[in-house]
């Protein structure tokens, strides 16, 4: 019955042992077309391929192409297909197509560096082949209501058309927080990387309890070959990095996840894996909605004399400082959160603050430090949100809910 899953796992591991051998050979490729960056946290500023997760998409997607018909062997091999599993099949081309679509769209974003207005509608169009199967084949938009509403809404509310707009939003979300929560070797493959094994332990877990066999099976068919790419593309991005990832593996990996949460009916779940990235979401919107000027890049500054990163900071005029962003300064300042001053610089009339980003507020925490282990300390928060994640689901969520799978 899990043959084919064993099969995956093997098709993962060759996929990890290829992406491993071939990156290096695309280095000067990349180069030689102009795609490649400049290290700003090192004092080498030699060049760096960048969007180097393009390779492991297309690997990835050559896995996913070659084990399409594995788990329908048994009924590709007898005489009469007699009861395909036609909706099964369907989700796993659409998961396919949504996923080969953000890789594509996201390489345009490396090639031609889009504006973040064009970052927020590209996963919305990959996302629409995704919401029309859901909708062919499923079409249920009915949440449960947590038990201490229900006095409030009753047992159940239909969401209607705001239950797609949620999943759009989902991809929207998924693609875009690892993209923001990035700047540092490692950072953005690593995060990944622990967000997908937390993924295929949930799995595996409730295919352990028999649980919604099929959906898990599809979500593991799907992450198994996820993250034997990432594992390899974690080896080159790690700290001094041999390649950038890109947006490409921003909206790849991203995109991965909104497909198995939706189509794995686990879309709450999943979101709990990224409490990390939802910290950093909501730490960062006063300078993603311009209340607080925001820099093009938001990098923790690098100082060559002690080969440590330091919080970076965004100066401004006070005229510049929008009269919501100056109170989101104080609340955040008086919380400590935030390294707020005032009446800088010479004639006094700049302001500045750190730059809101969950990688400046840890170096704010622990102080100067190493940018290996800066992403050490990122990597452990991300392993410990994960472990508050399966906490929640499976100690607190009784509280909110009768039954739960």
């Given amino acids: 019955m899990y043959l084919p899953l064993v099969i995956n796992f093997a098709m993962s591991v060759a996929g990890f042992v290829f992406t491993f051998a071939v990156m290096p050979n695309f280095y000067q490729l990349f180069i030689n077309a102009n795609m490649y960056g400049r290290d700003l946290n090192k004092t080498s500023k030699e060049k760096v391929p960048e969007a180097l997760g393009v390779i492991c998409g297309a690997i990835y997607l050559i896995i996913m192409f070659l084990f399409i018909p594995i788990p329908f062997m048994e009924i590709f091999l007898q005489e009469k297909w007699e009861e395909f599993p036609h909706n099964e099949f369907v989700k796993f081309i659409c998961a396919l197509l949504s996923i080969c679509c953000m890789i594509f769209l996201g390489f345009a ?13 590209l996963p919305t169009m990959a996302s629409l082949p995704l919401l029309m199967v859901y909708l062919v084949n499923f079409g249920n938009t009915f949440i449960i209501v947590p038990k201490p509403l229900r006095f409030l ?87 001094p990095s041999k390649v950038f990832v890109g947006d490409t593996f921003c909206y790849f990996a991203g ?37 607080v000027p925001c820099p093009r890049h938001r990098l923790p500054k690098y100082d060559p004399k002690t080969d440590k990163l330091g919080m970076s900071y ?53 102080g100067p430090t190493h940018e290996r282990t800066l992403t050490i300390y990122l990597l452990i928060i991300q392993v410990l949100g994960s472990c508050l994640a399966f906490f929640i689901r499976y100690q607190l969520a009784s509280m909110f809910y009768e039954v739960v799978h």
């Fill in 255 to 291: 995109m991965t996840f909104a497909v198995v949460g939706i189509l794995g009916h686990f879309s709450k779940t999943m979101l709990l894996f990224f409490i990390p990235q939802v910290i950093n979401f909501v730490y960062s919107l006063p300078q993603l909605f311009h209340f």
């Fill in 109 to 121: 974003d490396d090639a031609l560096n889009l504006k973040w207005r064009h970052k927020l509608l």
């Fill in 314 to 366: 965004s100066r401004f005029k006070k005229e510049e400082l929008h009269s919501l962003g100056w109170l989101v300064l104080k609340v955040f300042s008086m919380l400590g959160l935030v390294d707020f001053k005032e009446n800088v610089g010479e004639d006094g009339q700049y302001m500045e603050c750190n730059n809101l980003t969950i990688i400046n507020f840890v170096i704010k925490v622990i």
């Fill in 153 to 239: 809404l009753g047992h159940d509310v239909d969401l209607h058309i705001l239950y797609y707009l949620y999943m759009g939003m989902l991809a929207v979300f998924c693609t875009n927080a690892i993209n923001i929560l990035a700047g540092i070797n490692g950072i953005e493959s690593g995060q990944s990387l622990v967000i997908a094994v937390s993924i295929v332990t949930f799995n595996l877990v409730e295919l352990s309890r028999g649980y919604g066999r099929d959906d898990y099976l599809l979500s593991l068919y799907i992450m198994m070959p996820f993250v034997g790419v990432c594992a390899a593309l974690v080896y080159y991005n790690w700290y």
